[in-house]
């Protein structure tokens, strides 16, 4: 059995800094053997850049996934298409979105794939994500198959959980920064969250200063989102599984105040 720990999206230098002090002591008392982070909003001011990248993987983790907001900062580009471990949403149409959509994981007796796929309900128009999943199964070797489905609606990331059922190891949402409490393993087989959470100031509009949100809501007036700042929390799940079936056989939620 192996254990893979998935952390919801990362906000700004906050959650930068409370990933790199928290992230080593829960890779331990979890006896964690594979560390995936959403990256997509580490930069400040949103985004990712090379250097909230490098902030990442310095704070243990071994692939960071994205979403909406990764192509908002261009000098992270040249960083997209030279590395395997900072993935995109696969299902940007052909031909015009650098970068890669899966990150296969080479860990010597086994190895893990990490798919990243964004919704369209509520989103951005991109390719069917369902169509886009059935294609790259057929290339992806290994049993053990892990989505990060960034996406806005919580019907499209069930309706995509129980799609993948028994197909995949797991299935996290992203994208809401809310922890949701309906983690189960789908069929006996698929892990399955609808969102993860984020990591970040907990005092905030999902990591961001609060008044400047409920000002957005109430006068409508374009704002500029400055990161929250305060107590921090991080917010992921463990899941357990067999490697040699890609079988999950626990999903627990975590969050670290």
């Known amino acids: 059995?192996?254990?893979?720990?998935?952390?919801?999206?990362v906000v700004g230098a906050a959650g930068c800094d409370f990933l790199r002090e928290k992230l080593r002591s829960i890779k331990q008392e979890y006896k964690i053997d594979?560390?995936?982070?959403?990256?997509?909003?580490?930069?400040?001011?949103?985004g990712i850049t090379?250097?909230?990248?490098?902030?990442?993987?310095?704070?243990?983790?071994?692939?960071?996934?994205?979403?909406n907001h990764v192509f908002r900062r261009r000098e992270?580009?040249?960083?997209?298409?030279?590395?395997?471990?900072?993935?995109?949403?696969?299902?940007?149409?052909?031909?015009?979105?650098?970068?890669?959509?899966?990150?296969?994981?080479?860990?010597?007796?086994?190895s893990v794939a990490v798919v990243n796929l964004m919704g369209t309900a509520y989103m951005?128009?991109?390719?069917?994500?369902?169509?886009?999943?059935?294609?790259?199964?057929?290339?992806?070797s290994t049993p053990n198959i892990f989505l990060d489905?960034?996406?806005?609606?919580?019907?499209?990331?069930?309706?995509?959980?129980?799609?993948?059922?028994?197909?995949?190891?797991g299935v996290f949402g992203t994208h809401t920064h809310v922890q949701t409490a309906d983690e189960a393993i789908l069929?006996?087989?698929?892990?399955y969250i609808t969102d993860a959470?984020?990591?970040?100031?907990?005092?905030?509009?999902?990591?961001?200063?609060?008044?400047?949100?409920?000002?957005?809501?109430?006068f409508h007036m374009p704002s500029k989102f400055n990161e929250a700042e305060g107590d921090c929390f991080l917010n992921g799940v463990v899941v357990e599984f067999d490697e040699k079936s890609g079988k999950a056989v626990t999903i627990d939620r975590v969050i670290i105040r």
């Open 1 to 9: 059995m192996k254990k893979l720990l998935f952390i919801g999206d």
């Open 34 to 46: 594979i560390t995936v982070v959403n990256g997509e909003n580490s930069a400040q001011g949103n």
């Open 50 to 67: 090379p250097a909230s990248a490098d902030a990442l993987i310095n704070a243990g983790a071994d692939i960071i996934t994205t979403g």
């Open 76 to 110: 992270i580009y040249p960083v997209l298409d030279s590395v395997e471990y900072i993935i995109r949403p696969a299902n940007y149409p052909d031909g015009g979105a650098v970068g890669r959509g899966v990150c296969t994981l080479d860990m010597g007796s086994y």
């Open 124 to 140: 951005e128009p991109l390719d069917n994500p369902f169509a886009k999943i059935d294609e790259l199964l057929e290339d992806i």
């Open 149 to 169: 489905f960034h996406a806005e609606a919580t019907s499209e990331k069930k309706a995509m959980g129980h799609y993948l059922t028994g197909k995949v190891t």
């Open 187 to 191: 069929g006996g087989h698929t892990a």
């Open 197 to 218: 959470g984020m990591t970040g100031a907990e005092n905030s509009c999902l990591g961001v200063e609060t008044q400047i949100i409920i000002d957005k809501f109430r």
